[in-house]
């Protein structure tokens, strides 16, 4: 007989979660579901409408991130200005009450947003189950939980069953392998993958990140890597997990303590992939063959390092992908061909689920200190949460930002994607520490450019894109 | 869930690739707390100028295309955020049926939860759909039971679908009350998770 072939850490948490077979679809059982308030409010109404109930209220929690405004949170939701958001507000606080679930409100100093704070209370946890109405749920797979966004329509099934339908995906490794050079790290690694496989080359597949460079990386690392796996089309990305991720999760308010500790620590152990199990798909990289990243045009694989140049039409392969990046380069004000360091930037955003951690805001004040904003550009630091803001400024960090010109602000999603006050004005263009630089994203007629904390940084300093090895 | 059997409508073409959620559905129309509505949101930079004017250029302004029910659209169609506003808001534009090569995982899922249907095709197909439909005024049928695609000029294009997925969507299912019919699978394995991951129970 042969011997059962091995399962990849994907596999092992999908089969300890399946529930039942209908139809030839999965139902599989989801342990957390986070929720927020824009992609909530209908799934209620279904709720309400079918007379239905939350069955695990328990392994929901909510947190208002999307749309509240940077400053004054303490005065309430009744002070935020925007009808719609603060309505929007509201009716998350009116269904968290009806149904019993945990709740940040916006101000409390847990509340920020809903892939910092899941981490951050010890809630995402290795072998987990994790859905969120938000794509970026994928941040949670640093864990080694399977995390993913979804729908509303799914939202509102969660909620009412605790599981999810499903087919199961398929396995894609991505080994990264070697040390960085200085300057670059987790942001840069995304990055590099994304212009690898391209936004649709994960589609249909499940990321496991594995090798050298990924195990060197702290938790902070790995977060902003599994979260720009939805970039690169796949809903979902894996880290293993290590020591790394029990000593972060060790002492947090959710996190199982004494005996129970004990308990959930083998189990946790058992999600790794078996040494002879088969993925569908390979891909390794050489971290030490990465530059510091940005993107020049309007899709996240519009990658090039800081040393580049804006590619010439003539390099793409096909009529359409000229034609979108002609597009792409009018959109962004860009000469194809132009040094990437000419761009002259107006805005600065640290901040966002995928760069708003402790980490990420150590990593830029080292670059800010003693140095000024040039005095052109408006720049804002967005802490992840209102403990990671506090965190920081027992450290000292906003006092190094605030000197240097920065906005110190209130935590929350921002200008990621701007459905706040925060937004890049039309024309403006933006070093941003998030996820997307699609049209209007940050703003109608904003223009992006993605990058790590620390070039973000050296933007900031310098006016224009700049290589952060010239402030090491 | 509204069913999809057959489709005889109107088909416009948007010939681009990466068409993204924010561009289906800007964030300024993500505050609702409502599921109808959002027509007025859709593609709403393409569609209006910064001072909300409509742009006479732009394919579901022009009159040759108005109502159409039908979208065929470039590679990797609805990439990037969840938001299930997005299927939501093409619905409520009329359109019930998107082709195109690819389509992003979770856009994908979201169209199944409301009777969207997205229809993948080769990229020679897609390519002949967008030059057919250049004019305006072009008839296509879309049968889900026969899984086919009739062009303008009555070229019929066969495509791939899950049968389960097909099969909800013949009939416009509730997936919920189709989950619920397993609840006593659920509850066992409520039962045996609290025994064998009793950490996660008093959280």
């Known amino acids: ?472 | 869930m509204d069913a999809f059997t057959r489709l005889d409508a109107k088909i416009a073409p948007l010939p681009l690739a990466n068409i993204d959620t924010d561009q289906i559905i800007p964030k300024q129309f993500l505050k609702t707390v409502e599921r109808e509505g959002l027509a007025k949101g859709l593609f709403y930079d393409l569609r209006f100028d910064v001072d909300g004017k409509a742009k006479p250029d732009f394919v579901l302004n022009r009159p040759e295309f108005k109502g159409a029910g039908v979208l065929v659209a470039g590679d990797n169609f609805g990439c990037g955020s969840s938001r299930e506003h997005a299927p939501w808001a093409l619905m409520d534009f009329g359109i019930r049926c998107v082709v195109s090569t690819s389509f992003a995982d979770i856009f994908y899922n979201n169209c199944f939860q409301n009777g969207l249907l997205p229809v993948v095709l080769p990229a020679e197909q897609v390519q002949a759909l967008m030059e057919e439909a250049k004019g305006g005024n072009h008839l296509v049928t879309v049968d889900l039971e026969a899984q086919t695609v009739v062009s303008p000029s009555g070229q019929t294009f066969a495509f791939e679908i899950d049968p389960q997925r097909k099969e909800k969507m013949l009939k416009g299912l509730d997936a919920i009350g189709e989950t619920l019919q397993a609840a006593p699978d659920i509850d066992l394995y409520e039962m045996k998770a609290a025994l064998s991951k009793p950490w996660l129970e008093d959280a």
């Open chain 1, 1 to 472: 007989m042969r011997p059962m072939p091995g399962k990849t850490l994907y596999d092992k948490i999908w089969e300890s979660h399946l529930v039942a077979d209908q139809d030839g679809e999965s139902i599989f059982y989801i342990d957390l579901h986070l929720i927020h308030e824009v992609t909530t409010p209908q799934a209620f109404a279904g709720l309400r409408a079918a007379k239905r109930a939350v069955r695990r209220p328990d392994r929901t929690l909510a947190v208002a991130d999307h749309n509240v405004p940077t400053e004054g949170q303490a005065l309430g939701v009744a002070a935020v200005a925007d009808d719609e958001a603060r309505l929007q507000l509201q009716t998350l606080e009116r269904n968290v009450k009806d149904y019993g679930i945990e709740f940040f409100p916006m101000g409390d100093v847990r509340n920020g947003i809903v892939h910092v704070v899941g981490p951050e209370q010890g809630r995402s946890q290795p072998g987990m189950t994790i859905v969120c109405g938000d794509s970026h749920t994928s941040t949670h797979g640093a864990f080694g939980a399977l995390a993913q966004g979804i729908g509303t329509s799914e939202v509102e099934h969660v909620l009412a069953t605790q599981t999810l339908r499903q087919k199961k995906s398929k396995n894609l490794r991505v080994t990264l392998e070697g040390e960085p050079i200085p300057g670059v790290g987790a942001k840069d690694y995304a990055l590099a993958v994304i212009r690898e496989i391209g936004t649709a080359g994960g589609t249909g597949y499940v990321i496991e990140y594995a090798g050298s460079a990924i195990r060197a990386l702290s938790m902070e690392g790995r977060m902003t890597l599994c979260n720009l796996t939805i970039e690169a089309g796949a809903r979902a990305g894996l880290v293993a997990p290590d020591e790394t991720t029990f000593d972060y999760l060790r002492g947090r308010p959710a996190t199982p303590k004494g005996a129970a500790w004990e308990m959930a620590l083998p189990y946790w152990q058992s999600f790794f992939s078996d040494p002879d199990a088969h993925f569908d798909r390979e891909i390794t990289i050489d971290a030490g063959s990465i530059a510091p990243l940005v993107t020049w045009g309007t899709s996240p694989e519009d990658v090039i390092a800081v040393t580049d140049r804006v590619p010439e039409l003539a390099s793409f392969a096909t009529p359409d992908k000229r034609a979108s990046a002609e597009r792409a380069l009018e959109y962004m004000g860009l000469e194809a061909g132009q040094p990437i360091t000419e761009a002259r930037v107006d805005v600065v955003f640290i901040g966002s689920c995928t760069n708003s951690r402790i980490e990420d805001l150590r990593a830029a004040a080292k670059i800010v200190e003693g140095r000024k904003v040039a005095g052109h550009v408006r720049a804002m630091v967005v802490p992840g949460s209102g403990l990671v803001r506090a965190q920081a400024e027992d450290e000292g960090l906003d006092g190094i930002f605030l000197a240097a010109g920065f906005e110190w602000r209130e935590p929350g999603c921002s200008m990621c994607l701007a459905m706040n006050p925060d937004k890049v004005p039309p024309g403006q263009r933006c070093a941003s520490t998030s996820n997307r630089n699609f049209e209007g994203r940050q703003g109608r007629a904003g223009r992006t450019h993605l990058m790590s904390p620390v070039m973000a940084a050296a933007a900031a300093i310098a006016g224009h894109i700049a290589d952060v090895r010239d402030f090491l």
